[in-house]
C-alpha cells in the first residue's frame, strides 16, 4: 500500500517532494521546458549583468576605468579604495546612517499606525467602521496636491526636521485594506472564544491576529521599508541642510548632478579616485540593504498578498 500511495504521488520520472499533476493539465513538453528554461535565463541575465557592471566598477582602479573607457565589464586591479574613503565618515558616511534610521523608526511607526488600523475596519461591528472605511478608499483618487501638504507640513513645524521624511507618506491605504483583508480571513470563533475567556482587543490582535498573519506582514514591513529607504522626493522637499540628506539624495547629487561628496573631492581631483568608481559604490550602497532582504521575505509574498486579497 505505501509503494502505491509512493507511486502516485511522486509519479513516474519525478522528484518526491513534487506534488502530484492535476488530470486536466497537460504534461510539459521538451520544447516548452528549454522555451521556458531560455526566457528566464535571458530574464536573470538582464537583471544581474547591469548589477555585475555596477559592482565590478565601484572595486576597479582609476587606471582600470580609465583603459576601459568607463564601465568596467572584466574585473582587474580589485581595489576597495572607493568604499574606504565613502565609509570614512564623511558625508556619504553620514547619509547611510540617516537613511538607516529613518527607514527603521518610519516602517515601525507605518506598521503600527496600518496594523491597528486595518484591524480595527476588520471588525465590521466596530464604531464608525463604513464611514472611515470610505474616507480611506477616497484618498486613494482625490489628494489635495503637492502645495497645500507643503505648506501643511510647514505650518506644522515639520520642515528641516526627520519627521518630514516619515510623517507626510507614513501610511499606505493599500497596505490597510491588504492587512484588513487578511485579518477578515481569520476565523471569527477563535476570535469569539478569546473574547469569552475575557481577551480584550489589543490581547487578541498581539496574541492571536498577529501571529496568524506573519506572512502578510512580512510582506507590508518590506513594502515600506525599501519604500523609506528609496525616498529622496520628501527630503529634497522638506530639507534645506545639506547635513541632513538621506544616502538616496548624495546619490542623486552624484551621479546626475555630478557633485562630489564632501571630503572626496580632493581626492578625485588628486587622481586617487575614479569619480566613476565612487558613483558605482554609492549606488551599491543604497541597493545592497534591498537585495539582502528581499530573499528573505520572497516565501511570504504568494501567501501574504494573494491571500490578503481574495479574503477581503
Same mark, same amino acid.
Given at each position: ?97 540617516? !537613511?538607516?534610521? /529613518?527607514?527603521? &523608526?518610519? #516602517? +515601525? $511607526? ?11 475596519? %476588520?471588525?465590521?461591528?466596530s464604531l464608525g467602521h463604513r464611514w472611515i472605511l ?78 496568524? !498573519?506573519?506572512? /502578510?506582514?512580512? &510582506?507590508? #514591513? +518590506? $513594502? ?11 527630503? %529634497? ?76
Amino acid at each position: 500500500m505505501t509503494a502505491v500511495i509512493d507511486k502516485t504521488v511522486r509519479g513516474p520520472g519525478r522528484w518526491a517532494s513534487a506534488p502530484p499533476r492535476p488530470g486536466w493539465e497537460e504534461e510539459p513538453s521538451k520544447a516548452g521546458l528549454a522555451g521556458k528554461g531560455l526566457v528566464l535565463t535571458l530574464a536573470c541575465l538582464g537583471i544581474l549583468f547591469p548589477l555585475w557592471i555596477v559592482v565590478v566598477t565601484s572595486l576597479s582602479s582609476r587606471k582600470t576605468i580609465d583603459a576601459a573607457g568607463g564601465l568596467v565589464m572584466v574585473p582587474k586591479d580589485i581595489t576597495f579604495i572607493a568604499y574606504k574613503e565613502l565609509l570614512s565618515g564623511g558625508q556619504v558616511t553620514r547619509a547611510a546612517v540617516i !537613511s538607516v534610521l /529613518v527607514t527603521l &523608526v518610519g #516602517t +515601525l $511607526f507605518s506598521m503600527g499606525v496600518s496594523v491597528l488600523c486595518a484591524y480595527g475596519l %476588520s471588525r465590521t461591528g466596530s464604531l464608525g467602521h463604513r464611514w472611515i472605511l470610505m474616507m480611506l478608499l477616497a484618498t486613494m483618487f482625490f489628494s489635495a496636491g503637492l502645495i497645500p501638504t507643503y505648506l501643511l507640513v510647514q505650518t506644522l513645524g515639520l520642515t528641516d526636521s526627520y519627521w518630514a521624511l516619515i510623517l507626510p507618506s507614513a501610511v499606505s491605504v493599500f497596505n490597510i485594506l491588504v492587512l484588513r483583508g487578511f485579518f477578515m480571513g481569520i476565523s471569527p470563533e477563535l476570535i469569539d472564544s478569546a473574547r469569552i475567556d475575557g481577551a480584550g482587543d489589543l490581547r487578541i490582535l498581539w496574541q492571536i491576529v498577529m501571529p496568524l !498573519s506573519r506572512a /502578510v506582514i512580512a &510582506v507590508i #514591513t +518590506l $513594502f515600506y521599508a525599501v519604500g523609506y529607504w528609496s525616498a529622496w522626493f520628501n527630503a %529634497s522637499l522638506y530639507l534645506n541642510d545639506q547635513d541632513m540628506m538621506p544616502l538616496q539624495n548624495v546619490m542623486i547629487q552624484l551621479v546626475q548632478k555630478q557633485e562630489a561628496p564632501v571630503g572626496l573631492g580632493q581626492a578625485i581631483k588628486t587622481g586617487q579616485l575614479s569619480g566613476l568608481a565612487v558613483q558605482m559604490a554609492v549606488m551599491v550602497m543604497a541597493l545592497l540593504p534591498v537585495a539582502v532582504l528581499s530573499p528573505f521575505v520572497q516565501k511570504h509574498f504568494k501567501k501574504g498578498m494573494l491571500t490578503g486579497a481574495v479574503k477581503g
